[in-house]
């Protein structure tokens, strides 16, 4: 049996804070190992994981079918670059293309990659395809969005930690309020020629789970139709089952020209990200016009095709409905008792704490001592994303520890 020190947490936490830039603020815990809902810390300490990686462990933590899909492929073959084909490249994209209902992949790594992606597609689309004046490419964005931490996405960031110091900006975006869609259709009619893209979260996570009006998303499709612009949906962290619906656009039946997809793509095991449109869209692109050395590894392949899979069952869907109604039910009892509102959408949460009861890191923080993993986010709200494969007993357990801490007790 290994005997673990109580002292361990300080001092690793401490060691990882002196070596590390701070580019984080981390709760003080250090996780060793994990299984399911569920995380081991170096001192022995279970901790109910209620943020799941911010949805790329929507199939928890060492979900047997990818540890084993990964570990059969780290024997025979993990990388060749794209200078190759490798075996595991085509299934791949078929897999994703066919849950997508779309023609064609791109294979990248991290979120942020796909995004970067996206972004130059629309604009050779718009030059190419629509026949936009060079270099006159506009894509218009929401406000309150989080599509990642590269120059350019900072760029039309409208979060000061996010953007500030970081400047200049790739010109070529522009704002309107995320919902509005009165908004959009005025900025797409500044300069319809030069509209290649709307580019949205159809549920704003980073913003703190934020829900846009119903109807919204069909607006935003009926717009793009209209104006020969491309819808780009950035389901990163809402795709892939995690609000009951393999998209969250799903939930208005609407079809975007591209999907941006990342995070549970990789079933918590590696970056795995792409952009899924149909030919016409990504056709634009020629050999040596975009890359990446480990996009579309066969490791990242491999895991990927399982994930697609897992998926095309509808069986996480499903829970992450079902489990859904608990979610929501069990935080609307505590409106007024320590949180002052919430928003739910499947198994995903933001919820807004009473200032009076403390601030969401304070919440945060209470509840690690009580064995639960959760992260604040804009001062006052904490996000709550349990792994999809979280038993009922569980998440209620872990509500039950939050509405003690939003109480006071």
Known sequence: ??????????????????????????????????????????????????????????FGHGHPDLLRVAHEQLDRLTLTSRAFVHDRFASFTEAL???????????????????????????????????????????????????????????????????????????????????????????????????????????????????????????????????????????????????????????????????????????????????VADRDVLGVLRPGQHGSTFGGNPLACAVGEEVVRLLATGVYQQRAAELGVLLHDRLAAMVGHGIVGFRTRGLWAGVDIDPNVGTGRAICERLLERGVLAKDTHGSTIRLAPPIVISADDLAWGLDQLAAVVAGS
């Open 97 to 275: 293309a066919d849950l997508c209902g779309k023609d064609m992949v791109l294979p990248m790594n991290t979120g942020a990659e796909a995004v970067e992606t996206a972004i130059k597609v629309a604009r050779k689309w718009g030059y190419e395809v629509k026949g936009v004046r060079d270099g006159a490419a506009r894509i218009i964005v929401a406000s309150g969005n989080f599509h990642g931490r590269t120059t350019t996405i900072v760029g039309f960031s409208d979060d000061p930690d996010a953007r500030d110091g970081f400047g200049p900006f790739t010109p070529g975006f522009v704002t309107v309020p995320y919902g509005d869609l009165a908004a959009l259709e005025a900025a797409i009619l500044a300069d319809p020629a030069s509209t290649v893209a709307v580019l949205v979260e159809p549920i704003q996570g980073e913003g703190g789970v934020i829900i846009p009006p119903a109807g919204y998303l069909r607006g935003v499709r009926e717009l793009c139709t209209r104006h020969d612009v491309l819808f780009a949906a950035d389901e990163i962290q809402a795709g892939l089952g995690r609000t009951g619906r393999t998209f969250a656009c799903d939930h208005e039946d609407v079809v975007p020209d591209m999907y941006v997809l990342g995070k549970a793509l990789g079933g918590g095991i590696v970056p795995v990200s792409a952009v």
């Open 1 to 58: 049996m290994t005997i673990v020190s109580e002292q361990r947490t300080g001092e690793m936490f401490r060691r990882a804070e002196e070596h590390t830039a701070h580019n984080y603020h981390p709760l003080p815990v250090v996780i060793d190992h994990a299984e399911g809902a569920w995380m081991t810390d170096v001192d022995g300490r279970r901790h109910l994981d209620l943020l799941a990686g911010y949805s790329a462990l929507n």
